[in-house]
């Protein structure tokens, strides 16, 4: 069964900075490509993030580009955002997720629906 716990979200101002973490198991890093959706109310859930399982090539929605970055830590079985320069428009709850690979890493932040999910954890940016 694949567990996916985020934690780190919390209020910040603009131009502040958060690291989101998600603890997971081994088998599942080894086995899932790994990333990072965003919500607000009223809107879809977006892929911000993702991470492939094995090379570890990623991708980057155009709104977090050079702003954000994902990365992995094997050794903690754990997957972070770091989140730079943050905007209002950042607020959202993020939510992990997980996806058996089949196609681009691309595809699976911005077309396939991911095969599981966090809890999610609420990133607040305001003044």
């Known amino acids: 069964q694949v567990q996916l716990v985020e934690s780190g979200g919390d209020s910040v101002q603009p131009g502040g900075s958060l690291r989101l973490s998600c603890a997971t198991s081994?088998?599942?890093?080894?086995?899932?490509?790994i990333g990072w959706f965003r919500q607000v109310p009223g809107k879809r859930r977006e892929g911000v993030s993702c991470?492939?399982?094995?090379?570890?090539?990623?991708y980057y929605d155009d709104s977090v580009m050079g702003r954000f970055a994902i990365s992995r830590d094997d050794a903690k079985n754990t997957v972070y955002l770091q989140m730079n320069s943050l905007k209002p428009e950042d607020t959202a709850v993020y939510y992990c997720v997980a996806t058996a690979p089949f196609s681009t890493i691309k595809s699976m932040c911005t077309i396939y629906p991911p095969d599981y999910w966090g809890q999610g954890t609420q990133v607040t940016v305001s003044s």
């Open positions: 081994q088998d599942t890093l080894e086995r899932y490509d």
């Open positions: 991470i492939h399982h094995a090379d570890g090539t990623t």
